[in-house]
């Protein structure tokens, strides 16, 4: 089974700038694409940590004694890099959103192209769904989402219509919630829409922005000088974070200037942002939206 094609496979894992004997982090292991071109170029005294949530990655770790798999969400990247007894390394590598795993499987609800239970959870063990978000939310919370996460301009409508739907008949399946979206999917625009609304959700369920935050702003303190990050992001508000972070240290306002003028800040930029050749999309059309920022630690 084709778990996941790795996006930027060869821009990503050269943005690491790979030690032999250096110690790496794949905070997003999915399928191990990445994972595995990262090992290439490691020596045999080099190593390697997977992060995955999902527990369906599990069946893709390497018999490898140089690699170390941890079923846990990236967020805990500090802790359970403790636990191993490290605390620097030398590049972390991230690419983020959905696998293709997670959207070709019906019953995980990622994709609109199935008839299935809302469901959207990366890890399984998370006690909040997407049949909650729709079903349980008051309306503001919905709306809320759909704004922010969404971008969707007509949230307030789409957030009433769904509280309003959901008082006659529970919204439990995609199709159901497609039916009641219908009114919000304009001939020629209805995939868009859709997609935005499942983003949302799925945002929300995961608590994606929230960990993303926590994550970068444990990168500085993970990354010995001169460390890499090599980070993919799929939509605009993860890139704005990771592009404002990279740039300043912050998610938001500007660094403090020093009484000569100067600001501090953890990273520099490496080179410019890369987005997939046009061949690269043309074999994995999912590759589409990517964005990949690379970013060096600079001196503690």
């Known amino acids: 089974m084709n778990y996941h094609n790795p996006v930027l496979l060869k821009e990503t894992v050269d943005g690491l700038n790979v030690q032999p004997d250096g110690v790496y982090v794949d905070v997003t292991f999915g399928g191990g694409g990445h994972s ?10 080099g190593k390697l940590f997977g992060f995955d949530q999902d527990k369906d990655a599990v069946e893709n770790a390497f018999d490898d004694e140089r690699f170390v798999l941890i079923n846990e969400n990236f967020r805990f990247i500090k802790r359970f890099l403790r636990f191993y007894g490290i605390r620097k390394v030398d590049g972390i590598l991230g690419d983020f959103g959905v ?15 199935f008839e299935s239970r809302l469901d959207m ?3 399984q063990k998370n006690s909040l769904s997407a049949y909650d978000v729709v079903n349980k939310y008051e309306e503001k919370q919905l709306r809320a989402v759909l704004g922010n996460y969404g971008e969707l301009r007509n949230a307030p409508k789409i957030a009433k219509t769904i509280v309003s739907k959901r008082k006659e008949q529970e919204v439990a399946t995609s199709e159901q919630l497609k039916e009641v979206l219908q ?3 304009p001939m020629g625009k209805e995939h868009k ?3 935005q609304v499942y983003q949302a959700i799925r945002i929300e369920v995961n608590q994606e922005i929230e960990a993303l935050k926590e994550f970068l702003l444990q990168t500085e303190g993970l990354l010995k000088t001169g460390g890499r990050l090599s980070l993919i992001s799929y939509h605009s508000l993860e890139d704005r974070l990771v592009k404002r ?13 020093d009484f000569y003028g100067n600001i501090s800040v953890p990273f520099k930029k490496v080179g410019k942002l890369i987005v997939p050749s ?8 999912r590759a589409r939206s990517a964005k990949l920022r ?7």
């Open 36 to 45: 595995r071109e990262i090992l290439d170029r490691l020596g045999p005294k």
């Open 183 to 185: 009114p919000f999917l």
């Open 278 to 285: 046009s061949e690269e999309i043309r074999k994995n059309n």
């Open 193 to 195: 829409i859709l997609a």
């Open 245 to 257: 972070f990279i740039r300043s240290g912050l998610f938001e306002g500007e660094p403090e200037k």
């Open 121 to 123: 959870r990366m890890d």
């Open 99 to 113: 696998s293709s795993h997670q959207f070709d499987v019906a019953e995980r609800g990622f994709s609109t192209r």
């Open 294 to 300: 690379i970013a060096e630690k600079i001196a503690d």
